[in-house]
């Protein structure tokens, strides 16, 4: 089965489980959100890639009580080599549910991976918020379509940690006056040909500040700058972003 169709499926299942009981009440809100982010780099998860960069975005979004569906797409592209001498591009697919600080998200990455890594990743994600007083995030995030990474370790077996690289992330956000700010710590807990680990490694040390100012027609820019530290691979980052965004109640 192509990958386009096992997304597809994938995507259809997720929505049909967050939407069965929206369907048993009133319809709720829907929202419409388009726009695009300038940035000096694309930082992702302990990783640089490209230099200065267009980040444009589009998602629809449909919230009913404690109940939220989204789907959207992203796309980054170079505009300038990066500081590794790369120019990167990536589109990407992208759907959740939430329930009371649950959400379940897949995420198809294209473009890039297709050239680099023979094919499409999806990603398989699950966090959880404990609460609008404690904005502490816990995240787990598995690549699933990707398992000749594994393969057979040694003669030994189907390697599972190594054939579905993942990651985990603490983050906690925070507001200091108009300023929002975010710290995060992402994880490898497996090795991973994928990321780059040999092991169980701190991966990801993010400091994010911005504010999002806020128009009466419906529009906003964001502003926000960030720094990151990869301690497995001994690698300082930075960047600054801002962007435009339009959203739209129906």
């Known amino acids: 089965m192509k990958k386009n169709n096992v ?3 994938a ?22 959100t388009v726009g695009a982010d ?23 979004d449909y919230e009913k009580g404690d109940w939220a569906v989204s789907l959207g797409t992203w796309a980054t592209a170079s505009v300038f080599k990066g500081r590794y001498g790369d120019y990167y591009d990536e589109f990407d697919f992208s759907v959740e549910a939430s329930w009371r600080g649950l959400t379940l998200s897949l995420a198809n990455y294209n473009e890039y991976y297709d050239r680099v890594y023979g094919g499409s990743f999806l990603d398989l994600g699950l966090s959880y918020t404990l609460s609008e007083d404690i904005p502490l995030t816990l995240s787990w995030y598995s690549i699933i379509n990707q398992t000749a990474e594994g393969g057979v370790d040694g003669g030994s077996g189907f390697d599972w940690a190594a ?3 993942s990651y985990f992330e603490l983050a906690y956000d925070f507001s200091i006056s108009v300023v929002d700010f975010g710290v995060a710590a992402g994880f490898c807990p497996f090795a991973s040909e994928y990321y780059g680990s040999e092991g169980f490694s701190m991966y990801n040390l993010n400091l994010r500040a911005g504010h999002e100012f806020e128009f009466e027609h419906g529009g906003s820019l964001p502003v926000s700058a960030q720094v990151m530290y990869n301690p497995a691979w001994e690698t300082f980052s930075w960047g600054v ?3 435009y965004y339009f959203s739209l109640d129906f």
């Open 7 to 9: 997304l597809a499926i």
């Open 11 to 32: 995507c259809a299942l997720l929505l049909g489980l967050a939407s069965a009981p929206l369907r048993a009440q009133e319809s709720g809100n829907w929202s419409m």
């Open 38 to 60: 300038a940035a000096s780099s694309n930082l992702w998860r302990g990783m640089e890639s490209g230099g200065p960069c267009i980040q444009p975005s589009a998602y629809f």
């Open 163 to 165: 054939a579905f690289p």
């Open 241 to 243: 972003s801002v962007g």
